[in-house]
């Protein structure tokens, strides 16, 4: 079964960049979708990122749209979320998600969708 495991959290200012990653086990992201979701304390999971299995579609969700680019380096098993320009607002605890790429299954903003979660690293923006 595959498995992902998220690293690059942390502290950091307003106005800050930060870089998450997501490598993955037991599997390969080559033929699967990877996602971003975060999750505030009180909210509800909200999608962040998502990126095709061989990175041909990429979608983000509108509030990080201009300030956050996702990226995947299969030979490395590996999907990444840089962040600029980080607001306060951004803090949450970030996820990585992955999607099996069978026939007919795209990359999505579903979490539902995603078949394999990471266990999540937090990312606190101070104003």
């Known amino acids: 079964q595959m498995h992902v495991a998220e690293s690059g959290g942390g502290l950091v200012q307003a106005g800050d960049s930060l870089t998450l990653s997501c490598v993955a086990s037991g599997g390969f992201f080559g033929n699967h979708h990877g996602g971003w979701f975060r999750q505030a304390p009180g909210k509800e999971r909200e999608f962040v990122a998502g990126?095709?299995?061989?990175?041909?579609?990429?979608i983000y969700g509108d509030s990080v749209k201009g300030r956050f680019t996702i990226s995947k380096d299969n030979a490395k098993n590996t999907v990444r979320l840089q962040m600029n320009s980080l607001k306060p607002e951004d803090t949450a605890l970030y996820y990585c998600?992955?999607?099996?790429?069978?026939?007919?299954?795209?990359?999505?903003?579903?979490?539902?969708?995603?078949?394999?979660w990471g266990q999540g690293t937090q990312v606190t923006v101070s104003s």
């Open positions: 990126i095709s299995w061989n990175s041909d579609r990429i």
């Open positions: 998600a992955a999607r099996e790429a069978l026939a007919g299954r795209v990359v999505t903003s579903t979490a539902s969708d995603y078949d394999y």
